[in-house]
């Protein structure tokens, strides 16, 4: 049997994408790509990229396709193996892919709009390596610190309640069409994000390995 090695996950902001593609690179070995991930770093860093996005972010908006595809693009072209968390997050973006990769598998995880506000409420993110932590159902030791490297433990700017509010509309306008287009093309496979992270984890990898 071949794993599957050209993944996307996909679902609505706080169904627990980077939590699991952060768990499933660690198992698998693949190359995990998080666009909110590197869109923080740009802003962190202060270029051109970073400065455009910014006001988008904050708000809750999508960032323009161009700018995403522009991204992405030369990160996973030629790539035999990679995770996307948050891409693609359009049609526009889904065709654009298309055109620079095929992929093996689609999955969607689920979760309700009330879950999704609940958690990332409380949710909590090392600055230094990036570990995420929910203060309801995966609290830290230390509320400040992180259990794994010791580093400062932040509040998302977006994890603000009026923000989540406006990405969920925003998903559910722009990105959960995505389940169709996949649907139809026969990569799509539905996970149920409700259920506890491991049982989500061994779900996920039974499907890639096929
Ligand atoms: P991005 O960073 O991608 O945010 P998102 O899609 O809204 O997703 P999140 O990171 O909020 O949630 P997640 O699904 O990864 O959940 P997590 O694992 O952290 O994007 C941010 C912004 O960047 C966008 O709003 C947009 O402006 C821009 N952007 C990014 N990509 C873009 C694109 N392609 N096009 C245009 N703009 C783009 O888990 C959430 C919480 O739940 C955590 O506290 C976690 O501990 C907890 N949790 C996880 N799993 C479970 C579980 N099974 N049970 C209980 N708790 C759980």
């Given at each position: 049997m071949t794993p599957l090695?050209?993944?996307?996950?996909?679902?609505?902001p706080g169904a627990g994408k980077g939590t699991q593609a952060k768990l499933l690179a660690a198992r698998t070995g693949l190359l995990h790509l998080s666009t909110?991930?590197?869109?923080?770093?740009?802003?962190?860093?202060?270029?051109?990229?970073?400065?455009?996005?910014?006001?988008?972010?904050?708000?809750?908006?999508?960032?323009?396709?161009?700018?995403?595809i522009g991204m992405i693009r030369e990160r996973i072209a030629q790539k035999s193996g990679?995770?996307?968390?948050?891409?693609?997050?359009?049609?526009?973006?889904?065709?654009a892919?298309?055109?620079?990769?095929?992929?093996?598998?689609?999955?969607?995880?689920?979760?309700?709009?009330?879950?999704?506000?609940?958690r990332l409420s409380s949710r909590r993110v090392c600055r230094s390596c990036g570990r995420i932590y929910n203060l309801l159902f995966d609290p830290p030791p230390d509320a400040q610190r992180c259990a794994a490297c010791g580093g400062e433990l932040f509040q998302r700017d977006d994890d603000q309640a009026k923000v989540i509010e406006n990405r969920y509309d925003v998903y559910a306008e722009l990105t959960a069409p995505l389940v169709a287009f996949y649907?139809?093309?026969?990569?799509?496979?539905?996970?149920?994000?409700?259920?506890?992270?491991?049982?989500?984890?061994?779900?996920v990898l039974t499907l890639v390995r096929g």
């Open positions: 090695k050209r993944i996307v996950l996909l679902g609505p909110g991930d590197l869109l923080r770093e740009e802003v962190a860093r202060g270029s051109p990229l970073g400065t455009r996005a910014k006001g988008y972010m904050d708000r809750g908006d999508l960032v323009p396709d161009d700018l995403i990679f995770i996307l968390d948050g891409f693609p997050r359009t049609v526009a973006q889904a065709e892919l298309a055109r620079i990769t095929p992929l093996d598998v689609v999955v969607n995880i689920g979760l309700a709009r009330e879950e999704v506000i609940r649907g139809a093309r026969g990569l799509l496979r539905d996970v149920d994000g409700s259920r506890p992270s491991a049982e989500i984890l061994e779900r």
